[in-house]
């Protein structure tokens, strides 16, 4: 089966980075994703990588992709109060229109 | 701006009462979807549509039935509900097919459903 595994918890101090670590099965997967779901609401789209792609960054966000290993990961520099959420990763098997999420990993962030 | 709504955000029901869930979406998305999120087995799919009339079982469809009339609409029922079902179920769309493989899924806010 396709398993998408994240660890579940992360607590970091507020102004530092966070790191979150996904590894998935897929390897004809096209895009790799990260959503962020506030407490209450639903998932949002953070930010996603092409597979051809080993690093993309988008302001405090930095996603690594390790093909070879399956390995990403989303790294937030000066964390804040504010990032505090569930992230979640997701490939997409391939362009089969359907995603496949990972477990969540909960960022707690102290002040 | 994009927007997917769901009917309820929070329901109560007892065990064995049939359950409506109603999700729509403003964005004249060809795809739909409804997950049920639950704490360390993250988002898991129940079913998902591709066209009006149209449904494919996810990934945990037993006890679950969906309906899609209409594009905008998706609805998930639960024919007699079991306090196994208590979950948050979300909504989601996502336009497509086509050639672009990129495909952002757009997710309603949730509904925390409690079977007593």
């Known amino acids: 089966g396709e398993d998408v595994e994240q660890s579940l918890f992360l607590s970091v101090r507020e102004g530092d980075s966070s790191v979150i670590n996904c590894t998935y099965t897929d390897s004809s997967s096209t895009y790799l994703y990260w959503y962020k779901q506030e407490p209450g609401a639903g998932l949002q789209l953070l930010t996603y990588?092409?597979?051809?792609?080993d690093m993309k960054q988008d302001q405090r966000l930095t996603v690594l992709l390790n093909k070879k290993d399956k390995h990403l990961s989303l790294r937030i520099a000066d964390t804040q109060t504010g990032d505090s959420a569930i992230y979640f990763c997701a490939e997409d098997g391939g362009a089969t229109n359907k995603l496949i999420f990972g477990t969540g990993t909960l960022l707690a962030v102290q002040p | 701006d994009v927007k997917v709504t769901q009917s309820s955000r929070y329901l109560v029901k007892r065990t064995g009462e049939k359950v409506f869930l109603e999700c729509v979406q403003d964005m004249d998305h060809e795809n739909m979807f409804w997950y049920r999120q639950d704490p360390g087995l993250g988002l898991r799919l129940i079913y998902f549509s591709y066209d009006v009339k149209m449904k494919e079982k996810g990934d945990i469809p037993e006890g679950y039935s969906v309906s899609r009339e209409k594009k905008e609409r998706f609805s998930l029922i639960l024919e007699s509900a079991s306090t196994n079902q208590t979950s948050m179920y979300l909504c989601?769309?996502?336009?497509?097919?086509?050639?672009?493989?990129?495909?952002?899924?757009?997710f309603g806010p949730g509904t925390r459903l409690t079977v007593l």
């Open positions: 990588i092409f597979s051809n792609m």
């Open positions: 989601a769309s996502s336009s497509g097919p086509g050639p672009v493989l990129y495909n952002e899924q757009f």
